[in-house]
């Protein structure tokens, strides 16, 4: 028998059954850490191929409770590096782009059907200045490689640059710091804000199953349990 799509009341009751099996350390750090999770802004990583930088911006992306990762592969195989990404991608969405001629088109307009603004961070002289960035509308931050930076794809499809202010002679930051800064400075403007930034009730029980999941050993087996407890499968 198949799996039947489960509705609001049933998906709280599944993740009641799950968290019983998981510890309460754990249970109480999932509702510590939940109401500060957002999709208000989400990352986007652009053909990253050096694995410690890539997997240094997941790790980044968590402690600021960004939810959401999109990663584009059109010439680079996105690599984790497991000592510096620590565990982080166990509690990150990450979606991947790699199943058409040109990913970055395919990632903007899904995420434009989204409701965001896709804002490309480049050093151009009619960039938008990081402090003046606007956060009304949901945003995408879009990031390119070290060495190339953004596909001129990337640039032309975007809606916005933006920029970080620097004064040395070096002209950009390596692409875990500049993610650092950039993400910083916005959640702390955003959390600081009126804007409804924070995920809905569904989302976060959407996530919080995905987190128990996680860490359970064999999750199929206590979630097909309740379900034919259920007759649910």
């Known amino acids: 028998m198949e799996k039947k799509d489960l509705d609001s009341e049933t998906r709280i009751k599944l993740l009641e059954h799950l968290e019983g099996f998981i510890s309460e350390n754990k249970s109480g750090l999932f509702d510590e850490i939940i109401p500060n999770r957002t999709r208000h802004i989400t990352m ?16 980044t992306c968590d402690c600021f409770g960004i939810q959401d990762i999109h990663i ?21 969405k990450i ?4 199943q058409e001629e040109n990913n970055t088109v395919k990632c903007f307009n899904e995420l434009r059907e989204q409701g965001y603004r896709i804002v490309a961070t480049t050093p151009h002289k009619d960039d938008t200045m990081l402090d003046d960035l606007e956060l009304h509308d949901k945003v995408a931050l879009v990031f390119g490689t070290e060495l ?12 916005e640059n933006v920029k970080i202010p620097m004064y040395g002679f070096t002209e950009s930051f390596n692409i875990s710091v500049s993610a650092a800064i950039i993400l ?5 403007k955003l959390r600081d804000s009126e804007i409804n930034w924070r995920l809905s009730s569904e989302e976060m029980i959407n996530i919080r199953l995905d987190w128990v999941r996680s860490v359970l050993k064999r999750p199929e087996i206590y979630e ?8 649910l499968i």
């Open 44 to 59: 986007v990583l652009e053909d990253i191929y050096q694995s410690q930088n890539a997997s240094a911006v997941l790790r």
């Open 148 to 159: 190339e930076g953004l596909s001129d794809v990337a640039i032309e499809n975007a809606d």
């Open 224 to 231: 097909s349990d309740f379900l034919n407890k259920y007759g």
């Open 95 to 98: 979606n991947k782009y790699n």
């Open 184 to 188: 910083h400075h916005l959640t702390e």
């Open 72 to 92: 584009i592969e059109n010439r680079n195989k996105y690599e984790i590096n497991p000592d510096v990404a620590l565990g982080s991608t166990k509690w990150l």
